[in-house]
């Protein structure tokens, strides 16, 4: 393994000590057992070294301006002490270390809808910082309690910077939807959170018990940190080749989305069907390549698969007029002496 895919793979597997799907880090004891807070940074320092020369770091200003920002919105007073940094990996992700590194990965951007979500993800790791979790904590983990309590703090901090407090029980419910597409034994890193459910129920509670608050989101401002990013963090969830997970996640992104990103989206869809292979899933994804097409804008790739599936719908000559006009917007495309071949194949079938 060459040394910069050595050190990638290296970072994955020390956040996977210290990763949380909102939190669960690493902690450090002293000599005598006793969790000491001075003997944290050294400890992690090397792992944020790694981060820092990362291929896998989003180096992005802007986007980490922004995220930045948040951040010192609901942090508080302990602004100053984190360290944020947005790593490319395709799940719902983000950590708190034990001396205020704080780590977002990209499919937790991905699967946010504004800056309201973002404020009480960001919060409740602040809210782990702020409580002195990592020292309280036991057996290398938060507790369940902590969890809950960095919940209430990451609520708490995000309704007083006037954001909506909604958005924190739908981004639960989002979680909570994606988490039942899944087979097999649950994450190790959810083990010692709460069940969503509960945590879902609990932001209910909090949002009921509020007599007024603010209906902040800035989602268009959120919606343009994050679009540079979208086709990429996008073929990442792919990827993973959990496609019920996928085709939920990026269905449920097509509706939210803004006209300009439907196109996009459609076309993920229709990939996100394609891949999984299921029996009725070829025609689900014929379906949205042809709303890809049909829509502004779509990525050139939109074609190819549009014309594809209708050569095998037999329907030959639009899948000409298709694969035709994907040569025609992809340019240089790698695969532009196979589309060559199978336009040549339907124009000779057409004859």
Known sequence: MNRPLYVAALIVASFARIACAFGEPARVASPTGVPDEGA???????IERDLQSSPLLVRDPALNDY???????????????????????????ATMAPDGMVIVWTGALLRMRDEAELAFVLGH????????????????????????????????????????????????????????????????????????????????????????HGNERNTSTYRAAIHPFLQEWLDAELARRQYAASVLVVSEL????????????????????RRRGQPADRIDAARWYAQAVALPDPPAAAWREHGLALRDAGRRREAADALRRYLDVAGDAPDRAFVEHDLAELQGHAQ
């Open 40 to 46: 944290l940074r050294p400890a992690m320092s090397p």
């Open 67 to 93: 995220m930045h920002g948040v951040a010192c919105k609901v942090a508080m007073d302990e602004c100053s002490r984190l360290r944020l940094y947005i790593v490319e990996q395709p799940w719902f992700n």
């Open 125 to 212: 790791e602040a809210g782990h910082f702020r409580a002195h979790h990592v020292i309280a904590s036991t057996a290398y983990r938060f507790s369940r309690e902590q969890e809950r309590e960095a919940d209430r703090m990451g609520f708490a901090a995000a309704v007083a910077r006037g954001y909506d407090p909604q958005s924190a029980v739908e981004l639960l419910a989002r979680m909570l939807r994606e988490e039942k597409t899944r087979t097999g034994a649950a994450s190790s890193a959810y083990a010692y959170h709460p069940p969503t459910r509960e945590r879902l129920d609990a932001m209910r509670t909090e949002v009921a018990r509020l007599t007024t």
């Open 254 to 273: 097509l509706a939210d989305a803004p006209p300009g990103d439907k196109a996009l989206l459609s076309f993920y869809l229709g990939e996100a069907y």
